[in-house]
């Protein structure tokens, strides 16, 4: 789980240097740097935990870091969700850079494809404003990192892999 926190880590930084708006990469660096000490803080209490064995506190010391880190990888994806909204610049000739380019592009078509099917099919009350029941739900970035995206598959697990780990040892 720590490992996966360094991934989308490292997905923010890669996005937070091509976002268009200053504040929106100011943000995503933000986020990032927060969900990059929660995920180091994660794996040094996993570690402690396994030497140490089992115990209560470890136990809650453990989840709450789990749940921190859950909060953190959401905010990261919002504050990337609002990166590609902003407007992203044109990635650099690194593959890792072009495969998280093209993920967000993707999202944010899936996102404009939705708006347009909602303001043609919007139910609209009797003051024309639009119905929030039983409308369908903006499509989000969590969905698509649930999917293990091609870039996850590229970026390494720690900066520095260990001899016999490879990249492709991680599950989101």
Known sequence: MASDGQVVVKFGH???????????????????????????????????????????????????????????????????????????????????????????????????QHRAKEALNSNRDELGLRKTRGAKAEPTLMPLVQEQPPWIRNIPKHPNPRKGHSAMDRHL
């Open 14 to 112: 890669i996005l937070a240097k091509h976002c268009l708006d200053q504040r929106c990469s100011m943000e995503l660096l933000r986020a990032a740097e927060h969900a990059h000490s929660i995920s180091s803080q994660l794996g040094i209490v996993a570690r402690v935990k396994a030497v140490t064995g089992e115990s209560k506190a470890s136990s809650e010391l453990l989840m709450s870091n789990v749940q921190n880190l859950i909060r953190a990888i959401q905010h990261v994806l919002r504050a990337a969700e609002a990166a590609c909204v902003k407007g992203l610049g044109q990635p650099s000739a690194d593959p890792e850079e072009e495969e998280v380019a093209a993920f967000c592009l993707q999202w944010r078509e899936n996102l404009s």
